[in-house]
């Protein structure tokens, strides 16, 4: 049984993660902006080092060392470029790129320790495509997949492996909220017509993919970013 961190494991598509590393055998702890209230969730914004460090030193404590990491908090944001300040630029960056940053360097001790370690970040099928109205948002979402090549080149040696799934047009509360403010560019049944699959992504289908790059089997797979996204970016 190894100890899993899983951020924004409280909603949508890190929510399924988590329960499915909990199916796969492993201690799940969740780090989440607002925990749902579960045992081992923690309140924690991703963004701030400090917050980081207390939870992963609290998750040590009571789960021991941290060899398995899933990063899933993401902060969304849908702006016309030239109206966008830097403040609110720099907050997206924060959470989604430096969150990874600090989450990665919280668990990696525990991981070079072991000898062994699992990370997936979870970044976004935008980040191949672009996205008008969400330049900060697919900036630092492609910064990810950058970040994941190189600690995987980085880290390998060690015995840890580092992948990115970047979903593509999953059913969860973001995805809604984006269609409610009308902000998809066409409705959820437009894009399913558009999809290869001819449905929407599920939590679980990116839960999956995460549940095999933790595997032992997938020992071999490192810097890889596996689309999951029903055909819609190749
Ligand atoms: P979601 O349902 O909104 O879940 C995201 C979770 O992350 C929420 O619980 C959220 O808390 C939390 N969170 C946000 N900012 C945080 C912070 N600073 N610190 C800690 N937790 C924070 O969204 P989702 O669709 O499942 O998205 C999960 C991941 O997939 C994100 O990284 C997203 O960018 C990526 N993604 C999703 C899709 C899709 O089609 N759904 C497509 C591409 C990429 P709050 O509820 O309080 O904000």
Known sequence: MKT?????GSSGIGKAIAERLRKDGHQVAVLDLNPSGGELEYKVDVSDRTQVDDAFAQVREQLGPVTILVNGAGLELYKRF???DFATWQKVVDVNLGGVFHCVQAALPDMLEAGWGRIVNISSSSAQSGQQFMAPYVSSKAAVNGLTKSLALEYGPSGITVNAVPPGFVETPMLHRSAEKGLLGGTIEEHIQRTPVRRAGRPEDIAAACSFLISEEAGYIT?????????RNT
């Open 4 to 8: 899993a961190v899983v951020t924004g």
């Open 82 to 84: 030239h109206n966008i």
């Open 223 to 231: 810097g890889q970013i596996l689309g999951v996204n029903g055909g």
